[in-house]
């Protein structure tokens, strides 16, 4: 009588058995940047930056973490379960996109723009001239150092929005651990949009502007607290 040899399935258990007893974990693996921050300028924003953090405590200030993302119809499911007789694939073809910008503070308030063009320094000059008219207090925005953030018509606007209460604060190169808005987007991706979302592009730009906007009252993310080691 046909079958499996005694214990051909024992060895991966008992690896996998092995792996959790020295705490190690099965979970997805994670891109990370090629290049490493230079460890005194990141020092220095790091300190800088809980500075700020403790300034947005005492409420001198408001502080918000920016960023861009986009989401498109073919979907982000980077694995799933897969049963006898089923054919699971994503069919591979050009998707329409939504494209987003974003600022969310550590006590779930959120501002977000979503386009299907391209978010370029036009862009995000247009935006925070409209925001510059609207801060209440000091407000501070922490940004990446991609190209559309720094680049020659976002630095001359800072001018003018730093005379307004809008100022900007650019992050060490290499360093997005340190931007609380990555977590949104994979919060949105993973856990808030649904299969039935992705159905077509009316239906996911609807659910991703449903979604953020629900940030701060039917959804909330509990930030890991600001660490300066």
């Given at each position: 009588?046909?079958?499996?040899?005694?214990?051909?399935?024992?060895?991966?258990?008992?690896?996998?058995?092995?792996?959790?007893?020295?705490?190690?974990?099965y979970?997805?693996?994670?891109?990370?940047?090629?290049?490493?921050?230079?460890?005194?300028?990141?020092?220095?924003?790091?300190?800088?930056?809980?500075?700020?953090?403790?300034?947005?405590?005492?409420?001198?200030?408001?502080?918000?973490?920016?960023?861009?993302?986009?989401?498109?119809?073919?979907?982000?499911?980077?694995?799933g379960?897969?049963?006898?007789?089923?054919?699971?694939?994503?069919?591979?073809?050009?998707?329409?996109?939504?494209?987003?910008?974003?600022?969310?503070?550590?006590?779930?308030?959120?501002?977000?723009?979503?386009?299907?063009?391209?978010?370029?320094?036009?862009?995000?000059?247009?935006?925070?001239?409209?925001?510059?008219?609207?801060?209440?207090?000091?407000?501070?925005?922490?940004?990446d150092?991609?190209?559309?953030?720094?680049?020659?018509?976002?630095?001359?606007?800072m001018?003018?929005?730093?005379?307004?209460?809008?100022?900007?604060?650019?992050?060490?190169?290499?360093?997005?651990?340190?931007?609380?808005?990555?977590?949104?987007?994979?919060?949105?991706?993973?856990?808030?949009?649904?299969?039935?979302?992705?159905?077509?592009?009316?239906?996911?730009?609807?659910?991703?502007?449903?979604?953020?906007?629900?940030?701060?009252?039917?959804?909330?993310?509990?930030?890991?607290?600001?660490?300066?080691?």
């Amino acid at each position: 009588m046909g079958g499996r040899p005694s214990g051909q399935n024992s060895e991966p258990r008992r690896f996998s058995s092995f792996f959790k007893s020295i705490g190690g974990r099965y979970k997805r693996i994670r891109r990370r940047c090629k290049g490493k921050p230079n460890a005194e300028l990141y020092q220095f924003k790091l300190e800088c930056l809980a500075e700020l953090e403790k300034l947005s405590e005492a409420g001198l200030i408001d502080l918000y973490f920016g960023d861009e993302s986009h989401v498109c119809t073919e979907g982000y499911v980077p694995y799933g379960w897969h049963f006898p007789g089923e054919d699971v694939f994503i069919p591979s073809e050009k998707g329409a996109k939504i494209n987003c910008f974003g600022m969310i503070s550590r006590g779930n308030e959120c501002r977000f723009w979503t386009t299907s063009e391209n978010i370029d320094a036009s862009f995000i000059c247009r935006e925070l001239d409209m925001l510059s008219f609207q801060v209440r207090k000091p407000t501070f925005l922490v940004l990446d150092n991609a190209r559309v953030h720094t680049c020659k018509v976002v630095q001359e606007r800072m001018v003018f929005w730093q005379e307004r209460g809008l100022f900007l604060f650019f992050l060490p190169p290499y360093s997005p651990e340190l931007n609380i808005s990555e977590t949104v987007w994979r919060k949105l991706k993973k856990e808030w949009l649904r299969p039935e979302d992705y159905a077509e592009p009316d239906a996911l730009f609807y659910a991703v502007n449903r979604c953020l906007a629900s940030i701060g009252r039917e959804l909330s993310i509990k930030f890991s607290p600001f660490n300066l080691n």
